[in-house]
């Protein structure tokens, strides 16, 4: 079967020297899945935010940042789709570089709430982390065929990935505050996603700067 020149396959599999392409997001159906993606991630930062403020939650606060960061981001990869290898891969470079900030942010936002703040409410950890997988599963369903890609693409669908497995964590979180009465679940949970990402970043900015170089 023929390949469509624009398809994310077609991109990655041929060009004029022979070499492989990886596919750099440069279609419109791309473009209309992560208009899609951003939308989701906004709405979700919205709801999880109010929730995390009124209950003083880590995790909560995590999965809210991380849909903040995420829609912010997501617009700068659909910003620089079409520009060249060097813009694109600086963009994921500053892209890695906020993920990296905002995982010792929470990393000492949960730090903080070891030594003052009494426990949130289980449930509405629970409920409000089943609202974020949800959302993220729907943008995980766009994005899947897309996961390969140059560190611009890739990015993207690393940050769909996290956030997914931070939702359930936060959900299975609030079982845990709720049957210990304890907040150490939580703040557990907030430590363990920010390392999940600090090695997200690490990936997204070696492969940016290896793009760099090859531009170079």
């Known amino acids: 079967m023929t390949e469509h020149p624009s398809s994310p396959q077609a991109a990655a599999s041929s060009c004029g020297c022979g070499a492989a392409v990886k596919f750099d997001g440069a279609t419109p159906a791309y ?4 208009m899609a993606v951003i939308a989701i991630n906004g709405l979700a930062f919205v709801a999880i935010a109010g929730g995390a403020a009124l ?31 060097a813009v694109r891969s600086t963009a994921a470079l ?3 570089a906020s993920l990296a900030a905002l995982a010792l942010f929470i990393l000492g936002y949960a ?3 070891a030594t003052t703040g009494a426990a949130p409410e289980g449930f509405v950890i629970t409920g409000l982390g089943a609202l974020g997988f949800f959302a993220n599963a729907l943008a995980a369903l766009l994005l899947v065929r897309h996961r390969e890609g140059d560190a ?17 964590v936060v959900a299975v979180t609030g079982v845990a505050v709720w049957l210990t009465a304890s907040r150490w ?22 492969q940016s700067r290896q793009e760099l170089k090859a531009a170079a």
């Open 31 to 34: 473009r209309r899945i992560l």
């Open 55 to 85: 209950q003083g939650s880590a995790s909560l606060g995590a999965n809210a940042l991380d849909f903040l960061a995420d829609a912010a981001t997501y617009g700068i990869s659909l910003a620089v789709i079409g520009r060249s290898v």
């Open 94 to 96: 500053v892209k890695g």
């Open 111 to 113: 730090i903080w709430r």
């Open 152 to 168: 611009n693409v890739r990015s993207v669908w690393l940050c769909t990935r996290n956030d997914l497995i931070q939702s359930l």
């Open 185 to 206: 679940p939580d703040l557990i949970a907030g430590a363990i996603l920010a390392v999940v990402f600090l090695q997200s970043a690490w990936s997204i900015l070696k």
